[in-house]
C-alpha cells in the first residue's frame, strides 16, 4: 500500500487501485491553484505506476467537489485583473481535463456528494461514475458568466445528445442522482454511504481483467470518438497485434480452457 497526504488532497494504492481524494470538507471541496497542479501529477503519477490498474476519484465530507475556489481564488482573481496580462493559451500536457481525458488507466467518479461547476466537469470526464442517491450534478457556469471551462462542452453532447446538453448547460440545471441515471450519465446510485464500497468494488473488478487489454480499450474507444469506422477498425487491428503476443492473453486463453480465474500480470 502506497500513501501520499498533502492536507488539501489524499493518494492511496492499494489492490491495484489508486485513490486520490479532495480533501476540503470545509470549503466543499472546492479547487485552488496549487490542486490543479496536484491533481494532474497525481493522475500522471497513477497512469505511469505499473501495479495501479484502475483509479478511483472521490471527495471527504459532504460534496464531490463544488468547483474551482472562488473566494479570494487566486485562480479567478488573476484571470479577471484587466491591468494583468493573461495568455491566451494553455499547456494542454499537464491541465487536467486533458490530463484526466488521455490517461489510459480507467478512472471512476465516486460521487460521495455534488459535484458543481468544474467539479461537474471533472466527474463527466471520467470513464464511470457511481452517485450517491442525495448527489446533485449542478452546471453551475452560464448563471457565472463563465462557460464549462473544462471539458463540458465538449463531453456532455457526445454523453446525451445536442439537445439535452443544451438545456443543462444554457439553462444552468441542477441533475438529480435520478435524472442523472435516466440520462445515462452515471453508471450506478447507491445509498451515500456506500458510494466509496460501491466504486472500490468496481474498480477491482476492472483491475481483475488484463490491464493492457483494459487500457488498448479505453485506448480505441477515445480514438473512434474521432474517427470514421474504417480507420478504427485497422486501428483495433494494429492494437491487437503486440496483445496476441503477451503473457496475459496466453494466460487468458489458458484460464478459460482450465476453468479456472486469471492471474494477470500486466505484461
Known sequence: MTNSQNNDMLYEVADHIATITFNRPEQQNTISRDMLARFSELLLEADATEDVRA???????????????LRGSDITDSLSDRSRRVSPTLDLRNTPPTVLHNIDTPTIAALNGSAAGYGMD??????????????????????????????GTWI??????????????????????????EMGLVSQIVNNNEVGSAAQDLAKRVAAQAPMAVQASKRMMRMG?????????????LQLLPLFQSDDFKEGMASFMEKREAEFKGR
Not at 156 to 178: H, N, V
Open 122 to 151: 471533472m466527474a463527466l470526464g471520467c470513464d464511470m461514475r457511481i452517485m450517491a442517491d442525495t448527489a446533485k450534478l449542478a452546471a453551475a457556469f452560464t448563471s457565472r458568466g463563465i462557460v464549462p471551462e473544462s471539458g
Open 156 to 181: 456532455l453532447p457526445r454523453l446525451i445528445g445536442w439537445s439535452k446538453a443544451s438545456e443543462i448547460i444554457f439553462t444552468g440545471k441542477t441533475l438529480t442522482a435520478s435524472e442523472c441515471e
Open 225 to 237: 470518438m474521432d474517427e470514421n469506422f474504417d480507420d478504427h477498425v485497422h486501428h483495433v487491428f
Open 55 to 69: 483509479i478511483v476519484i472521490t471527495g471527504t465530507g459532504k460534496f464531490f467537489c463544488a468547483g474551482l475556489d
